[in-house]
């Protein structure tokens, strides 16, 4: 059986020496100006995305949400500003599609007491902007973000930015990776237990 | 302040000031957070001379160096002068600390080296009293650096004791005996720093607090053996025991319940991002060395709890960081791997790679859940009236406990044994007159 036929729900080969490499340079040096696309009709596509993105989030809607990313995907929450080296350090979080199913199976059990209540959210997405990186069916995404997260009768506020590697496959733009840079990753942080 | 001691600290059970009362805790800060030995950084953190990070030494703020004559120090963050924090950063690499606010500049020794306009002093400004003050006693025991405050305190290998034997082989299971500290997942409680230390060794809510991380690591396996899912039937009954160490220092140990083989630890390693790679690839690459490769991946089943703020668990350095009487922080220090001997080669970017990912399971889906559950204790313990907290699982059945030659105590995995034993370490320290002082080079 050859590695592409394996089921990234089950199984873990893709996330190897290359995926790591590529990933890595994908996310550095990437949102220079040289590279942003003005086109608004393509970057309110790609805002309308992310808008949706978070009302999926928002509304626990983790099927739709699952859904958006490419079957070979990766959710990765660095624990370092500018995003370090997940091969030689530890990140806030750094999922791939099966950890993220994990994620959301252990979120919807009724065991998990971190969110028992579970938190309500209501985020906001904005200064979105599109960049070329190689091929026409690629495209990073850079967008700042405040999660409002209402949790032991307490409003708090995470806040950071994201990085996307979007692929359009079939017509249809989907997250390949998704960086989420809180301002705060390197300090620490209570209950860190939704979905970023 | 006097407390009654032996009222709040009982056979089997504790008052709930231990958890609530400022004075308590500000008292802790001294006998405990400075009158015995503190875990305070990795030397992995500080490799180089002139490398420092910033820690706390229970509230006090402390840059922990390397000097530039390779000594290890423990300074005290705070200016001379006025009281200002020399240093606001979390790490670097610097042979001087110049003060902010105006100007005073220390060596890494600690020596004030020199201030703006001199000449306004008449008093001699190289007397002693104006170098920084610095723990007195600092010590490391195979990279781990601890300080102490008080003078009349054992030596780290004695105060250690049979704690050096875990610590030992956390450590030579990976290659020459060596780890490097690399990042960390890093989290806040509302709750008394004591509660994470009492979970450190705590067998008995695994089943419970832990329920939905067992089943998340379960779902995919038809064994259902992976994780901790060994506690799920009769843990009393298997091989992994609790041991009482002695001062305060307590170790959980999980590794009888596995194979005793190659690749017996990563047996029972759940689902983690390139697993399936990893194993593939070293099983093609390396035949019969792929389970020991993959072991050192793996997440070691032991808890070495070393009192009052450290904890080794899987790979991880855990490190207990008092904030207040109700806020605590908690940091997982990942490991990595070197190939000390040359003879891991290219798997060692995979191994790392897999270490990483393995580490990050338990504090994302299984930490969480115990620090909902540990501020939860502290809502609680707001019902004044309802004194007492119990640890009295395990107590008084006859031949459940074993004291050793050794003098350290066994018992069965669920049992808080250990949560009594240290608890009297604690009183002994709360109680003693604590003579602390600081140094100041001459």
Known sequence: MSVGAQDPSVSSFYVNDSFYGDLIARFQDWDHDRHGICDPVERDGFRLLLEREARFLDQHKYDDWLAMLTRECVYWAPARPGGGDPRTEIAVMFDDRRRLEDRVFRLRSEFAWSQAPASRTVRMISNVEVFEYGEMDRRMLRSNFIINEFWDNEIRQLVGWCGYDMQNIDGRWLIRAKQINLINCDRCIRNPSIIL | ?442
């Open chain 2, 1 to 442: 302040m006097s407390h009654d001691w032996e009222g709040l600290v009982q056979e089997d059970r504790v008052h709930r000031a231990l958890y609530t009362d400022p004075a308590i805790f500000n008292a802790e800060m001294t006998k405990i957070f400075g009158g015995t030995w503190v875990y305070i950084a990795h030397e992995s953190e500080i490799p180089n001379v002139n490398d420092y990070v910033t820690r706390k030494l229970g509230l006090r703020p402390v840059i922990v160096l390397r000097d530039s004559n390779n000594i290890l120090r423990v300074l005290y963050n705070r200016c001379t002068h006025r009281g200002t924090t020399l240093c606001r950063h979390e790490k670097g690499n610097a042979r001087a600390f110049q003060c902010p606010y105006h100007g005073w500049n220390f060596l890494n020794s600690g020596k004030l080296r020199g201030v703006p306009w001199a000449d306004g002093y008449s008093a001699d400004i190289k007397d002693e009293k104006f170098n920084l003050a610095q723990a007195p006693r600092v010590e490391s025991y195979r990279g781990f650096i601890f300080a102490t405050l008080n003078l009349e305190a054992p030596i780290l290998l004695n105060w250690l004791g049979p704690m050096t034997k875990p610590i030992d082989e956390w450590l030579d299971r990976n290659p020459g005996g060596k780890i490097v500290v690399c990042e960390a997942n890093r989290f806040k409680y509302k709750g008394n720093w004591k509660l994470a230390y009492d979970n450190s060794s705590d067998g008995y809510h695994v089943i419970y607090s832990h329920r939905s991380l067992l089943e998340m690591e379960n779902r995919l396996s038809d064994a259902a053996n992976k994780g901790m899912a060994y506690y799920k039937n009769s843990p009393d009954s298997l091989a992994m025991y609790v041991q009482y160490m002695g001062n305060g220092h307590h170790f959980k140990d999980k590794r009888p319940n596995l194979q005793a083989r190659p690749g017996g630890l990563w047996a029972i390693e759940s689902t983690h991002p390139g697993k399936e790679y990893a194993e593939a690839e070293f099983r093609r690459k390396y035949g019969e060395r792929a389970d020991s490769l993959l072991d050192l991946a793996g997440s070691e089943p032991v808890n070495i709890n070393i009192f009052p703020n450290l904890s080794l668990l899987g790979n991880h350095i855990q490190v207990f960081q008092p904030i207040s009487v109700n806020e605590t922080d908690a940091v997982w220090y990942g490991t990595r791997i070197e190939d000390v001997n040359g003879d891991i080669g290219d798997a060692l970017g995979t191994i790392n790679a897999l270490r990483m990912r393995t580490q990050e399971g338990f504090p994302n889906f299984g930490e969480v859940d115990d620090l909902a559950n540990f501020e939860q204790i502290q809502v609680g313990l707001q019902c004044e009236e309802d004194e007492w907290i119990y640890m009295n699982r395990g107590h008084g059945i006859p031949d459940r406990i074993k004291t050793n030659a050794d003098g350290t105590i066994t018992a069965p995995a669920t049992d808080e044994v250990f949560m009594r034993e240290y608890i009297k370490e604690w009183k002994r320290l709360m109680k003693g007159p604590t003579p602390l002082s600081i140094k100041r080079e001459p």
